[in-house]
């Protein structure tokens, strides 16, 4: 979440809207968002109907339980994902360096088009 964090202005100045969506409680996503406040917005998905619909669901393992594997998903103006990434665990989540590269790619396509 740091570097989306570290880099938001960057992404938004080429006109990428971030939005986070969490199968979490709410509660305790805002209480989280109170300590670590975000510059983007955050959709909680309770009942984890989004999160199972993008087919990241982890219902159970040794680091977590009924959450989504840490994913990205770059979404085209016209509502097609364009390229995913799904961690293998909660560690793994794609670089910095991946996904701007990923965004630029995006952009180039859409310029062409």
Do not use: C
């Amino acid at each position: 979440m740091g570097q989306l964090k570290e880099n938001a202005t960057k992404y938004k100045d080429l006109g990428i809207d971030i939005i986070i969506i969490v199968g979490q409680k709410r509660e305790a996503v805002q209480k989280w968002l109170k300590e670590n406040p975000m510059p983007f917005p955050f959709l909680i998905d309770e009942d984890r109907s989004v999160i199972k619909s993008f087919d990241v669901y982890h219902p159970f393992g040794l680091a977590a339980y009924k959450i989504a594997y840490p994913s990205l998903f770059l979404i085209s103006k016209e509502g097609k994902v364009v390229y995913s990434y799904v961690g293998k665990n909660q560690a793994d989540r794609p670089t910095n360096k991946e996904t701007y590269k990923q965004v630029h790619k995006l952009l180039s396509s859409t310029i062409t088009e």
